[in-house]
Every structure is written in C-alpha cells, then in structure tokens.
C-alpha cells in the first residue's frame, strides 16, 4: 500500500513540467515550422508547434487513464511505435492521402472517446489509437527539415509525444473524484472541437 501511495504523484509532477512545455509554443500554428535546426531540439520542438497535434496525443493519455489498468500505460506506448513507423513513411515520401483529414478526425474521434466515457476492449482502442498515430507520425516525417538528423529528429518527436501522453495522464488521473470525472470528459469535448475546427479548415 505505500509502494502505490508513493509511485501515485509522480504523473502530476510530470505534468506540471509538460504543461510548462506546451503553453509556450500552443500559440504557433500547426505545421508551420521555418528555419529550424533540426536534429533532436527540433525534434522535440515539432509536436509542440501544432494544436491539432497536441490535442491529440494528450487524448491519447487522457483516454488511457480514464480506461485504466493497463490500458493506462499500452495506449501512449503504442502511439509512439506506431507514430515513429508513420515518420519513416513521411521521410520516404512514400503515397499517403487523408494526412490532414486524418490528423483532424483523432482529435474528434479520440476527443469523443473521452467525452463519452467510451470503454472498448483493449486491442480496439491500441488499433483506433495506432491508425491515428501513423497520420501525426506521416506528417512529422514529411516536414522533417532538410538540415536535420533523421534519427535524432525522431527520438526527439518521439520523447515530446510521450510527455504529452504524460501530461493527458496525470490530467486523466482526476477521474478518482467526480468532480474529476466531469472535468475529464469536458477536455474530451474541448478536444473533440479543437478537431472539428481543424476538419473545417482544411475541408
């Protein structure tokens, strides 16, 4: 009992260091990095310079904490794996059509998830989340900057996604009150209109 008393604040610290992180560039717009230096800073940067993709990867997070068990810890797990494959892609150039549609439609659907309190078995909610993280990763490895390191500039993307999982958690965790739980699914709603306003934009 004190092993779980003790290991239960670590996502909240983690959070107040990842929310310092997003509130700086959350004003940027999506997909518009010029001029960078590429490489790992780069890297890690790039997430964080897109609200749709934001959006995103904290859904990720906060549906796996709103499912729990080990739901908590395979969602944002595989995001990342899949997402790292979705870059390989992108760097390619290989044919990928949908790439914005898709990105907007996770932060609806995966916003939805949440806000409906959505509990599918295990395996559907990695692949909902798997498909959705090829288009962000597509998308990362498409803009990778031409002075940059394609490895190193993947580590960092992949690191800034799992913080934002992180971050989705800890904000997740609130569920345990009902206060919480009503403050959880409302994110789920404010990401799933964040999704529909990206959807227009690009329709």
């Keep these: 009992m004190n092993s779980h008393s003790i290991s239960r604040p670590r996502p909240a610290a983690w959070a107040l260091f990842v929310l310092l992180l997003i509130l700086l560039p959350a004003t940027a717009s999506a997909h518009s990095e010029t001029g960078g230096v590429g490489g790992f800073v780069s890297g890690f940067k790039h997430p964080l310079t897109g609200l749709d993709h934001i959006v995103a990867?904290?859904?990720v997070g906060l549906w796996g904490a709103f499912l729990g068990g080990r739901a908590m810890w395979t969602l944002p797990v595989?995001?990342?794996m899949v997402m790292a494959l979705g870059g390989a892609m992108g760097v390619l150039a290989m044919p990928m059509?949908?790439?914005e549609t898709g990105i907007a439609l996770s932060g609806i659907i995966l916003g939805l998830m949440v806000a409906c309190a959505a509990r599918p078995p295990l395996w559907v909610a990695a692949v909902i989340v798997g498909i959705?993280?090829?288009f962000h990763g597509?998308?990362?490895g498409e803009e990778l900057p031409e002075a940059a390191n394609a490895m190193t500039f993947a580590i960092g993307f992949v690191i800034s996604t799992g913080l934002l999982h992180l971050s989705g958690i800890a904000f997740g965790l609130l569920i345990k009150w009902p206060w919480g739980r009503i403050a959880v699914r409302a994110g789920g709603l404010v990401i799933c209109l964040i999704g529909f306003g990206f959807l227009f934009k690009w329709l």
């Design 97 to 99: 059509i949908g790439v």
């Design 138 to 140: 597509y998308a990362h």
């Design 78 to 80: 595989v995001f990342p």
């Design 132 to 134: 959705f993280a090829i």
């Design 57 to 59: 990867m904290v859904a």
